[in-house]
Each structure stands twice: as structure tokens, then as C-alpha cells.
């Protein structure tokens, strides 16, 4: 079975600093897309990175950044000048790209970023 | 270019009752699926769809159903609304490995 995990409930930052989002996911899958995606009060899901796990270069995206750890089934991000609008519920993700599940997408539980000014 | 469209967007069932979540998408995807979201939680996958003609369970998918007889729509069905189905829907969809477009999501409570 497909799942994804994000061990940190909650996680704080003081504005223009650096803060790192935990994901771990576990698939049998060799073939498959992770995801970062924010959620802010407006429930809106909005699209942060995307990493094609055949990549061995990490994903980055301005100020984020990924640091993917393919073996260790590791997918973290990277905030960096961490700006108040970047507080919001964040959702790691992994999309199937092979196998019987293909297409199948699994959000993990969520970490609810507060940035303090 | 409306996206994602679900109907409707707010909703309140009695226990016991029925209703479709409606879910169209005008960009020509062929992967689309249905969330639900409780407070405070992530997202729980209730169905999924790579293409009409085909749907796939989920995490969750006991208590609905789902059919993709187009492209376009991709309705989800409550047979007997219980309270534990007090959730926000999200539909969602993409064009194969990318981008995954979410609509704005549907609040249903279930009295």
C-alpha cells in the first residue's frame, strides 16, 4: 500500500528565516511524483513543487527547495525567507506513475506552518 | 477556462439521506479524484479515475460511489448519509503526471 507521512503536526518560523517541512512516503513502486502542496485558510490547494522521482537532482522553485532521498523514501521542503504569507497547511504527495495503482495520489496529513513576523 | 467545478458548496443532509457531489472539469484531464478532508486532517483519497469507464478505490472509499461515464464529470455518490461523513470534498484532477487541479471543495454535514 501506498502511504505518505508528515510527522510534524505543527512547525513555526521567524519571518526571512529558513524552515525545513518532514515527508516520508513508502511505495513498491519504482516509478511515481511527489508533491508539495499549500493550503492556506482558503482551503485552496496550491501546487509548490513537484519532483519526478527518476530525478536525482532536487527540485527548487524560487525560495523552495526539496531535498529528496530516494533510498531513505525521504521528501522534505525547504522554505527559505520564510515571508508571512507563506503560512498555510502543507501537504506532501505521491502520484503512482506505474503499476496497478497507476494514477493513484496520496496526500499525507498535513503540517500547519505559523510564520511570525 | 473555469478548472474544476463542484456543485454544490455547501450542504446539510439529514442521516439516511442521498446525494451526488457533482465534479466537471473543462481541461481535457484524464486523471480525476475525489478527496475528503476532515478538520485539522489531511486529504483521504475516497476514489480515483484514470480515464472514463475506469474508477478505482481509494483509502476511504466504503459508503460512496463514483462513476466516469465522460471525460468532463466525475460524480461522487452518498447512498445513506451518516454523520461520519461530515467532511470537505475536494474533486480533483490531472493530465497525466503533473499538475493536479483541485476545485474549491464541497462543506457537507450530516445532521
Known amino acids: 500500500a501506498q502511504t505518505v507521512t508528515q510527522s510534524q503536526p505543527e512547525m513555526s518560523v521567524q519571518e526571512a528565516e529558513t524552515v525545513t517541512l518532514s515527508c516520508t512516503y513508502d511505495?513498491?513502486?519504482?516509478?511515481?511524483?511527489l508533491f508539495w502542496y499549500k493550503q492556506p485558510p482558503s482551503r485552496q490547494m496550491i501546487l509548490v513543487i513537484r519532483?519526478?522521482?527518476?530525478?536525482?537532482q532536487n527540485a527548487t522553485e524560487n525560495r523552495f527547495s526539496v531535498n529528496f532521498q530516494k533510498a531513505a523514501k525521504s521528501f522534505s521542503l525547504k522554505i527559505s525567507d520564510s515571508q508571512l504569507g507563506d503560512a498555510a497547511m502543507y501537504f506532501c504527495?505521491?502520484?503512482?506513475?506505474?503499476?496497478?495503482?497507476?494514477?493513484?495520489?496520496?496526500f499525507g496529513q498535513g503540517t500547519i506552518l505559523t510564520v511570525h513576523p | 477556462n473555469a478548472g474544476v467545478t463542484q456543485t454544490p458548496k455547501f450542504r446539510i443532509l439529514k442521516i439516511g439521506q442521498s446525494m451526488t457531489l457533482q465534479c466537471t472539469q473543462d481541461?481535457?484531464?484524464?486523471?480525476m479524484y475525489w478527496y475528503r478532508q476532515d478538520p485539522g486532517m489531511g486529504l483521504k483519497l475516497i476514489y480515483y479515475?484514470?480515464?472514463?469507464?475506469?474508477?478505482d478505490k481509494g483509502e476511504v472509499p466504503n459508503g460512496y460511489n463514483v462513476s466516469r461515464s465522460t471525460t468532463e464529470d466525475f460524480p461522487l455518490r452518498l447512498e445513506l448519509a451518516a454523520p461520519s461523513q461530515t467532511s470537505v470534498y475536494f474533486c480533483?484532477?490531472?493530465?497525466?503526471?503533473?499538475?493536479?487541479?483541485f476545485g474549491q471543495g464541497t462543506r457537507l454535514t450530516v445532521v
Open positions: 504527495a505521491c502520484l503512482l506513475a506505474g503499476g496497478t495503482s497507476y494514477g493513484k495520489l496520496t
Open positions: 511505495t513498491s513502486e519504482s516509478d511515481y511524483y
Open positions: 479515475s484514470v480515464g472514463a469507464g475506469i474508477t
Open positions: 481541461m481535457n484531464h484524464n486523471y
Open positions: 519532483q519526478e522521482a527518476y530525478k536525482q
Open positions: 480533483a484532477s490531472s493530465y497525466g503526471m503533473y499538475l493536479a487541479f
